[in-house]
């Protein structure tokens, strides 16, 4: 990886997306793949008087652990990791994985028991989200598991992932403020409305977000960025939806998902492969069934599904919609262990309108 794009890529993990300042705490949450990028975000860190510790997770520990972990030991929920998600500034997630499907052979039931014991970590960490005293981001940095669930060799997916993250302009900072400018023009705009409705392939959705706040996901929480999401009102959410890529939670691809929502709530909820882990996941808490978050894709720089939520939410044409936990910077209300976004691509034959009128056609922006 070439320094100088490390060096713009930490420079602007920390004074974009963290705004780490003199005192804070922050945990970097990543593998040792990723240590180029880490020692430049470390000394980065540092020059700014941030208190930066790492938390590396070493290759096979969580597949031993979730197939290996007796009962109580597999549900425990260590005071270590509710003290540190309770008391740092800011978190990062410098995502490289040794293997995205390490988890593939693992007991459906004992992954969906060890995420339910996280919850009061979920609960927490969406708390201070909305009460704004948490800076956190999550980013990727080039590893070969990705390349290979991308089709790419590992060179051409850092060009890719470089290119998403605007490194090659002169000053990366001041194009995601650019970004920030225009997405709050559309904001302006969604933010007078009441009632949504997609149409598209195999979906007729209907939902209500009159009063729920729109967020700019204009490169901070994640990187790279590209989206404008609400919280729809929680029972709201009327008809059915098909997405269009396989969705991807804890490591298993479930393909051909379609869902039928009724007063909010999913009443049905089919898939052509993964089905019964569909339905295990739903079935977690009551939150599951209902609807987080739901986002517009608006970096056209993305184009191409990678089978990597950070990059593919972004697509440019599309929506997600997350089931489980709301941000409550939203305004949303609902609460889940889990938060399984899903990808809708709208890029051909479909209409977005708010309260009748188009506003979206075959991924145009008509407003």
């Not at 949504?196 to 729109?214: C, M, N, P, S, Y």
Request: glycine residues 8%.
């Amino acid at each position: 990886m070439k320094d100088e794009k490390l060096r713009k890529f930490a420079q602007l993990l920390v004074e974009r997306c963290l705004s780490l300042k003199k005192g804070d705490m922050v945990l970097i949450r990543t593998t040792p793949l990723a240590l180029p990028l880490v020692k430049e975000v470390y000394r980065t860190a540092l020059k700014k008087g941030a208190y930066p510790f790492i938390r590396a997770e070493l290759e096979g520990l969580k597949e031993i652990f979730l197939k290996d972990a007796p009962e109580e030991v597999l549900t425990f929920l260590s005071p270590f990791d509710l003290r540190e998600q309770e008391k740092v500034n800011a978190i990062l997630t410098i995502d490289a994985p040794y293997n995205t499907k390490e988890l593939t052979g693992v007991a459906p039931e004992r992954q969906v028991a060890w995420q339910k014991a996280r919850t009061p970590l979920s609960k927490i960490f969406m708390e201070r989200d909305g009460r704004g005293d948490l800076r956190w981001c999550i980013t990727r940095y080039p590893n070969n598991a990705h390349a290979q669930d991308a089709g790419m060799s590992l060179e051409d997916y850092a060009d890719f992932v470089f290119s998403s993250l605007h490194l090659d302009e002169e000053d990366p900072i001041a194009y995601w403020d650019g970004v920030s400018k225009d997405q709050a023009r559309l904001i302006s705009i969604l933010e007078k409305g009441k009632e949504i409705r997609v149409l598209g392939r195999g979906t007729d959705l209907t939902l209500q977000v009159e009063g729920r706040k729109w967020i700019n996901a204009d490169g901070r929480k994640n990187m790279p960025d590209g989206e404008i999401y609400t919280a729809p009102l929680e029972q709201s959410a009327n008809g059915y939806i098909l997405f269009s890529f396989p969705a991807i939670y804890q490591g298993r691809e479930v393909e051909g998902v379609r869902l039928v929502f009724q007063e909010g709530k999913v009443i049905k909820a089919e898939a052509q492969k993964g089905e019964e882990y569909l339905q295990r996941v739903l079935n977690i808490d009551e939150g599951a069934s209902y609807i987080g978050e739901f986002a517009f894709g608006t970096n056209y720089g993305i184009q191409k599904f990678t089978r990597d939520i950070l990059f593919d939410e972004k697509i440019g044409g599309t929506l997600h919609i997350a089931l489980g936990s709301a941000y409550p910077s939203t305004g949303g209300r609902n609460f889940s262990a889990i938060h399984w976004d899903m990808i809708c691509d709208l890029r051909e034959d479909s209409e977005i309108r708010l309260d009748g009128e188009v506003i979206q056609r075959d991924s145009h922006w008509l407003i």
